[in-house]
């Protein structure tokens, strides 16, 4: 999609004081929605993109409304949800991004086995271990039925996500493990 392209798709959806200058680019909506808003609601990947070229700022205070573009993805479970949060993600979005219930997008993706989204949150560094409001990690709102397909694949996300560490570094703390060794001078030959 072009600038031009997305300058009249957002004036047809009612952003009447849209522009590419930056003290428009926030301007909600009748709806109050912001063109990120929009765009994510419509799952337009290639809106999402000619937005970025603007240089709108996805991570900006009045870059969305209400819940975090990420959370609304997932939720919408639309076929196009990888793509959307994939242009989220480049765009610097908040992976870590949080709903009112203290849920972020692996809660959400967990709790409706979206097991190729999960995966995809994970190898993007989302915070797995997060708890939300009620104590729950994104683990504990798997559904019991989901644990089957779900928990491998996860698992295996998390171990590839572990980095090893460098040989050269497995040779140097070898020597210090347990057993100290210590550098002696050799004695001068007369």
Known sequence: MTLFELHTHLKHAGFDRW?????????PNSKN???????????SVDGLQALAIT?????????????????KVISSED??????????FENNLDINA???HGNNALHLSNELAL?????????QGIDYTAS???EQTPFDVIPEAAEGFMLPALDKAIKSQKKPVSSSMNAISSLFNGNPVF????????
């Open 79 to 88: 076929p196009k949800a990888l793509s959307v949060l994939e242009v989220l």
């Open 55 to 71: 240089k709108y700022d996805f991570a900006h205070e009045d870059a969305f409304n209400n819940q975090a573009p990420s959370l």
């Open 19 to 27: 522009g590419v200058s930056p003290a428009r680019l926030y301007t």
């Open 115 to 123: 097991k190729q989204e999960s995966v995809y949150l994970i190898n």
């Open 183 to 190: 550098w002696k001078p050799k004695k001068a030959s007369r």
């Open 98 to 100: 949080k709903d009112h």
């Open 33 to 43: 929605q912001t063109a990120l808003d929009y765009l994510c609601d419509e799952m």
């Open 132 to 134: 939300n409001d009620l």
